[in-house]
């Protein structure tokens, strides 16, 4: 069984920046993805950013592209994402997600089985 998480959020204005943090329990198989998603009240659950965990590759929404930044930390097992120049549209729900296989490219939603709570990110203006 695998656990998620997240820690980090919070309130922040416009412009500023934060880091989520995800930590990940239990036994992952040897190959996974791990992703970041959020939803806003209303809308649907959109993917921000996955990572392979084998070779770090990186995939981004168009949306966050040169803002955010996914990494994760092997020896510690957790994920994070540090965000900057944050904007009122990126006020939302912020999920982590695993995959038990590879990166899509695509952080499709269906692909990931496992969840954690989330945490709200809120950016005033």
């Known amino acids: 069984q695998v656990r998620l998480v997240e820690s980090g959020g919070g309130s922040v204005e416009s412009g500023g920046s934060q880091v989520l943090s995800c930590e990940v329990y239990?036994?992952?198989?040897?190959?996974?993805?791990l992703a970041w998603f959020r939803q806003d009240v209303g809308k649907e659950r959109e993917g921000v950013a996955e990572i392979y965990h084998g070779g770090g590759n990186t995939y981004y929404h168009q949306s966050v592209k040169g803002r955010f930044t996914i990494s994760l930390d092997n020896a510690r097992n957790t994920l994070y994402l540090q965000m900057k120049s944050l904007k009122p549209e990126d006020t939302a729900m912020y999920y982590c997600a695993a995959n038990p296989s590879f990166c899509s490219g695509l952080i499709r939603l269906p692909d990931f089985r496992y969840w954690g709570q989330g945490t709200q990110v809120t950016v005033s203006s």
């Open positions: 239990g036994n992952m198989p040897t190959r996974f993805c």
